[in-house]
């Protein structure tokens, strides 16, 4: 088939308040007993237009063709559970099938459907008739409601439309590393269901004890972070109460080290909140995890539209699992190879780094790096503090001092916030923020570079967009920049959230899009490996599944193919560490 045609899948199925794909991800939402995918709108560039039941649709017609969906990650796994239980022929298969939202994602272009086509087309899609259909079976009189059928073909027209006007926009290795990222989810990480169970039953027990000792909460969970019942007990005991218990907010955390050993219920609080959120991750995991143990999951491409780094999606974030040891637990380590198999976990050591040294040309500091296998030794002889013949690793202060450097100084933290993430004393931090200042020149200019670029959009007045092209000829923008309040832009066209941007700002975003764009070739070049599976990977780091027996072997193909620079780089400095693990302790 020379020209493919393409059509726009588009999946209408039963969700209710405590069955929908949020909560059970997409997977385990289309093979639970609930499922029921009462309708699909087909849409081909063609003119091809067809709405109805499953297990009505041309399948013979549109097989071998191009499918896009907006959100494939959900309409796939519908289209594969509807072969699977054999409402559509298992001989039906598009050539490729891709996602609108990824690509409108790419494109720093809203993800949502509704979103997106009010800023590129000016429609306002109405979605009023998806709300009603909250806990509604499919039944013969669901049919003949007009409303719906126009509905579920104009999201497909639309994705249609969207493919259409983008899509020479998207680059083929982007689309296929969105569809690897849907695949990878699709496929899953196993779970260790006894370990999963034990730690349950720990954090359970200790969530119990500490809710006895919470003063205000007696047998009713529910009040617990009650505010009117904290503010009560804190005016009885003469303190303050914290303005908000979110589980990041650093007030609380300081509030809760303030008091915590004057007063048993301050310290049972901290232990509830911080048990209730573990379960919570343990409970979500435990609901995507089929019989068999494998659990699925996704992961949003480009979900930093504009660096274009991945982030976590749909309850289960596996970029950001706990790290170490919590009340006994180890999340990380309830994820196991398929038996047989082993993890090898690899990832670019302090790429960003690198990568910013390389797009300032800082030649000085390169050579250290290309000299020097250890990057904070290589910076620390470029800043002038290390000059003994051996390793830094000999002064294990010191070598913490500059690992602390790459913490934000690079991208214009001052020195509180550097005190507050290291903990040095107030007269070492202004130090060593002035001394980075003084001996990385190349960096303040890049931060000089960008804000001057950015101010100058700002004076243009029909297009006040900033674009920044990066060396693999990807360009990141920032949409209708303002100085009115400050210089501030959007992240994504047509966003109502309005960001300010500084040049150090700039600067880190440049330095990781670059940084993500050096990990997304490794990712496509570790793919190819044979005897090995890609899991899934976190910010720099790739989680790959092996025969135990071919560990050693296929451990180090994988740290050379990443070590391999992309052709737009091929003088960047890169180096990768790498283990063996039975479980993903990292």
């Known amino acids: ?40 709108s087909i849409v081909g560039d063609n003119g091809f237009e067809w709405v109805g039941h499953p297990s009505q649709a041309p399948w013979s017609a549109i097989s071998g063709h191009r499918w896009v969906s907006h959100n494939a990650s959900f309409d796939q796994p519908v289209f594969l559970r509807l072969v699977s239980i054999g409402l559509v022929p298992n001989d039906v298969s598009p050539c490729e099938w891709l996602c609108t939202a990824d690509l409108c994602a790419y494109l720093q272009k809203p993800r949502s459907l509704k979103d997106a086509c009010l800023v590129l087309f000016g429609v ?143 310290a049972a609080m901290r232990q509830w909140r911080r048990t209730n959120m573990l379960l919570a991750k343990y409970e979500a995991i435990q609901r995507r995890t089929l019989g068999k143990g494998c659990m699925s999951y996704n992961l949003k491409y480009c979900g930093a539209q504009h660096t274009g780094r991945w982030s976590g999606d749909a309850g289960v974030n596996l970029q950001n699992l706990p790290r170490g040891d919590m009340f006994g637990v180890n999340l990380r380590a309830c994820f196991i190879p398929t038996p047989g198999c082993v993890f090898i976990v690899a990832d670019f050591s302090q790429i960003e780094p690198r990568v910013l040294a390389w797009l300032t040309e800082d030649n000085r500091l390169l050579r250290h790096i290309h000299a020097c296998s250890d990057f904070y030794e290589a910076q620390a002889r470029s800043m002038g503090l290390w000059d003994k013949s051996e390793s830094l690793r000999s002064d294990p202060a010191l070598r913490h001092k500059i690992k602390g450097l790459n913490l934000g100084l690079a991208y214009g933290m001052g020195w509180k916030r550097f005190q507050l993430l290291t903990g040095l004393d107030t007269s070492e931090c202004k130090r060593l923020v002035a001394l980075y200042q003084e001996k990385n020149k190349p960096v303040l200019a890049m931060w000089d570079e960008l804000e001057r670029k950015a101010r100058k959009a700002s004076q243009r007045k029909n297009n006040p967009v900033l674009q920044l092209e990066l060396p693999s000829g990807r360009v990141i923008q920032y949409f209708d920049v303002q100085t009115k309040k400050g210089l501030t832009a959007q992240f994504v066209q047509g966003s109502k959230e309005r960001k300010y941007i500084t040049g150090p700002l700039l600067t880190e975003n440049v330095t990781q899009a670059v940084a993500r764009e050096v990990f997304a070739a490794a990712l496509l070049r570790v793919q190819t490996i044979t005897d090995c599976r890609v899991v899934w990977h976190v910010h720099d780091e790739i989680i790959c599944e092996v025969p135990k027996i071919l560990a050693a072997g296929k451990q180090a193909e994988i740290e050379r193919v990443m070590c391999v620079p992309p052709e737009w780089a091929s003088d960047l400095p890169i180096a990768v560490e790498s283990s063996i693990e039975e479980r993903y302790t990292k």
């Not at 209408?12 to 007993?33: F, I, M, R, W």
């Open 1 to 40: 088939m020379d020209t493919p045609t393409t059509f726009a899948i588009d999946f209408e199925t039963y969700y209710d308040k405590d069955y929908s794909v949020k909560t059970l991800g997409p997977v385990a939402y289309v093979n639970d007993s609930r499922f029921d995918a009462y309708l699909v």
């Open 124 to 266: 306002k899609l109405n979605k009023a008739v998806r709300s009603r259909l909250s806990g509604k079976r499919h039944s013969g009189e669901l049919f003949p409601d007009k409303s719906l059928l126009e509905y579920a073909l104009d999201d497909a027209r639309y994705c249609l439309k969207l493919w259409i006007t983008l899509e020479p926009q998207w680059p083929a290795h982007e689309r296929e590393l969105s569809h690897l990222t849907r695949m990878w989810g699709i496929a899953g990480v196993f779970v260790d269901l006894d370990r999963l169970a034990a730690d349950m039953s720990t954090l359970a027990r200790l969530r119990a004890e500490a809710q006895q000792l919470i003063p205000w909460v007696r047998d009713d969970a529910d009040v617990v972070l009650s505010k009117r019942h904290l503010a009560l007990t804190c005016r009885e005991a003469g303190i303050e109460p914290p303005k908000s218990l979110a589980m990041d907010d650093e007030d609380c955390a300081i509030w809760e080290d303030t008091y915590g050993e004057q007063f048993p219920w301050v």
